[in-house]
């Protein structure tokens, strides 16, 4: 169940990111809307990828980290002054998520 839930909030990312690739008026909207649901699927699903098995979180914290990147380099590319705190915000987002990744892949070659 919980898989298939994340699956779902990765499309969801997925899905945001393609609106980016091709829509080139990007505005606060979509940057507000991004960083709201990055939020939500870190509080929601951080604890089920650090219990699932490596090679299924793996690949969930390698889409996340890709989708984030793009994102964050999207709005810093159109960054206004009051996108600057949303930046920072994604940025210590991803390195939250990143940290838990790192650490999943540490317990994984320990075992």
């Not at 949303?86 to 994984?108: D, G, H, P, Q, V």
């Amino acid at each position: 169940m919980q898989k298939n839930t994340i699956e779902l909030g990765l499309n969801l990312l997925s899905s945001l990111t393609n609106i980016a690739k091709t829509d080139t008026n990007i505005d606060h909207n979509y940057i507000n809307t991004f960083s709201k649901v990055i939020d939500f699927f870190y509080k929601t699903y951080i604890s089920t990828l650090k219990s699932m098995e490596t090679a299924e979180s793996t690949k969930i914290f390698e889409e996340i980290k890709d989708i984030l990147k793009y994102n964050i380099e999207i709005i810093e590319a159109i960054s206004y002054d009051k996108n600057k705190k949303i930046i920072t915000s994604l940025k210590a987002k991803r390195n939250k998520i990143m940290k838990e990744y790192i650490k999943m892949l540490k317990r994984s070659e320990n075992a």
